[in-house]
């Protein structure tokens, strides 16, 4: 029996990287699975987005566990998408217990870039993971307190949700400003949901092995901006990406019944990146 048994969890951005990694790992402890993911590009970001295909392979990895899941395509930025895939999946499995707020973007623009494009990245950045973790967590705070069984929340927020790390451009620096505002809204629901034994915490990952890192533009970012680049993006441990297996087992530690007193927690993942600066 693993720790999420009979336990029912919501994932956004679950069609790859971490989202279908955490899918695959409570799946595998036991939760049957609810899971959105935009499965479409956006217009600023310079980086393909998730596909249906990704989707449907993410449900196939969990059905294989033997678990349920529930995949919808929804955009983290409209509340109604995201609350209709929530009150839908809790109807078809009955409860919610565990939510993992994931879906991210990191549009990354240069100084040459119009200011257009850079506007544009902001209110992007801004949208999906700032406002997409308050439509998640807004969606699904009322299923979990009216379980009345507790509940756990994950918010994925990054080593730049910590530290002064980004850039001056909207791209880079509303990076960094979402993943920090995360950080409030952990906060302040953890002491809100306290009374309901609804834990509430970050995680910070360092640099994952996932198409947001991993990919052209990314790495033409990091060339651009050697101030923030270059050896300043090095982990001490000898690492240069962490797996998203890496965060899932932080994730699902958080979420379990053994982190039960553990709430308005910020959780690096992230190799001593934080603790070196
Ligand atoms: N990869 C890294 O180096 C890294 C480091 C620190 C933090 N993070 C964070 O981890 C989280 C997961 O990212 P990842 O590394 O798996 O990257 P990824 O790009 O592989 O996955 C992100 C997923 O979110 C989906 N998504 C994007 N916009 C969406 C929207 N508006 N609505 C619904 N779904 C949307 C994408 O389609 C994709 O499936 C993000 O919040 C990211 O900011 C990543």
């Known amino acids: 029996m693993g720790s999420s048994e009979g336990k029912v969890a919501f994932i956004s951005g679950v069609a790859r990287g971490q989202g279908r990694s955490h899918a695959v790992r409570l799946a595998t402890q036991g939760a049957d699975i609810i899971g959105v993911d935009i499965c479409a590009d956006i217009a600023s970001i310079n980086y393909p987005l998730a596909t249906r295909e990704e989707l449907d392979e993410t449900v196939a990895l969990v059905e294989a566990t033997g678990r349920r899941m529930l995949g919808t395509v929804a955009d983290v930025r409209d509340f109604d998408q995201v609350r209709t895939a929530i009150d839908t999946g809790v109807a078809e499995f009955g409860r919610l217990d565990i939510v993992c707020a994931n879906a991210g973007i990191a549009p ?46 994950v918010l994925t927020s990054s080593t730049a949700g910590l530290v002064g790390m980004g850039s001056v451009e909207g791209g880079g620096l509303g990076y960094a400003a979402s993943k920090h505002g995360i950080v409030g809204i952990m906060r ?30 990314m790495m033409d970012w990091v060339q651009n901006h050697p101030e923030s680049g270059g050896p300043h993006l090095m982990n001490p441990m000898p690492v240069a990406l962490v797996e998203p297996e890496d965060i899932s087992a932080a994730v699902a530690f958080l979420a379990s019944d053994e982190a039960r007193y553990i709430t308005g927690v910020t959780l690096p993942v992230d190799a001593g990146f934080c603790n070196k600066l």
């Open 188 to 217: 302040v629901l953890a002491n809100i949901l306290a009374p309901h034994s609804i834990r509430v915490n970050t995680v910070h990952p360092t640099a994952v092995n996932t198409m947001m890192a991993v990919n052209p533009a």
């Open 108 to 153: 990354m623009s240069f100084e040459q870039a119009p200011i257009e494009q850079e506007l544009a990245q902001w209110g992007d950045v801004i949208g999906v993971n700032l406002s997409g973790a308050f439509h998640v967590t807004r969606a699904a705070i009322p299923h979990l307190i009216a379980g009345g069984r507790g509940g756990a929340i």
